[in-house]
């Protein structure tokens, strides 16, 4: 009976399937993966830092002008203040007020300026944490690259010989069989379910009776109305 071959080579099929998804699983490739992620995230927050960073400096940059500007303008007032006529009060008023105006802002960009250099050196502070972290977690990526390639290898030959027992047991079943199986293997693991008291043992459900009856005459390959995997009924089970 073809199907005893079938499940044979799905048994071999799925041994290689589950060794591969736990190769997926395994924990150094998972924390692997975990790195990677926190050092891209890292990357990007250094990005974003630096655009800060730039942006700030411009600002701190035109502070500065400013703060030239006024710092000239005061000069400037305190001259004309030196050769104010003293009888004219009105205009000494004028200057005085004027100095007190250029007073209040230049202190006023004086603070802004203090408040941006320790802005400054908060990002510093930030860029050298993200670094050191970045770092940290890069040597630990890298020693743990190391091993997981070795453990990978190892595996990938064990993959290998499991899948050459899947091509080998593919040998002994029909190639119009192997096509349907694989193309029902694309939307159902296993594609092939052993029947079970009546019951696909793929979904659960249980059979109409008519499809027993088509099963234990046993000249046509049987799907499972429900799921579609393929019914097999070892020998003398129905
Ligand atoms: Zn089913």
């Not at 400037?76 to 200057?95: I, T």
């Not at 030959?157 to 029902?184: F, H, N, Q, W």
């Amino acid at each position: 009976m073809q199907l005893d071959q079938l499940w044979n080579y799905t048994q071999t099929d799925m041994e290689a399937e589950r060794f591969e998804n736990e190769m997926r699983k395994a924990p150094n490739r998972v924390r692997l993966l975990q790195l990677r992620n926190f050092i891209l995230e890292q990357q990007n927050n250094m990005k974003k830092v630096e655009a800060e960073v730039a942006s700030m400096a411009e600002r701190l940059e035109a502070a500065r002008a400013e703060y030239e500007k006024l710092s000239a303008s005061m000069q400037e007032l305190a001259g004309e203040l030196a050769e104010a006529q003293e009888d004219s009060v009105a205009e000494l008023e004028g200057l005085i007020e004027e100095a007190q105006r250029l007073t209040d802002a230049l202190s006023k960009c004086e603070q802004e300026l203090q408040k941006m250099r320790r802005d400054a050196e908060t990002r510093d502070r930030q860029q050298k944490e993200i670094r050191t972290k970045a770092a940290k977690s890069k040597q630990e990526y890298d020693q743990l690259k190391a091993v997981y390639d070795t453990e990978f290898k190892r595996d990938s030959e064990t993959l290998k010989g499991l899948k050459a027992k899947v091509d080998a047991a593919g040998k002994a079943v029909d190639p119009a069989l192997l096509e349907r199986y694989k193309s029902i293997r694309q939307h159902c693991v296993p594609p092939v379910a052993k029947l079970i008291n009546g019951q696909c043992s793929g979904c659960n459900m249980a059979l109409a009776s008519a499809v027993l009856r088509r099963i234990s005459a046993g000249d046509e390959i049987v799907e499972c109305d429900n799921c579609g995997r393929i019914l097999y009924a070892p020998e003398g089970t129905v």
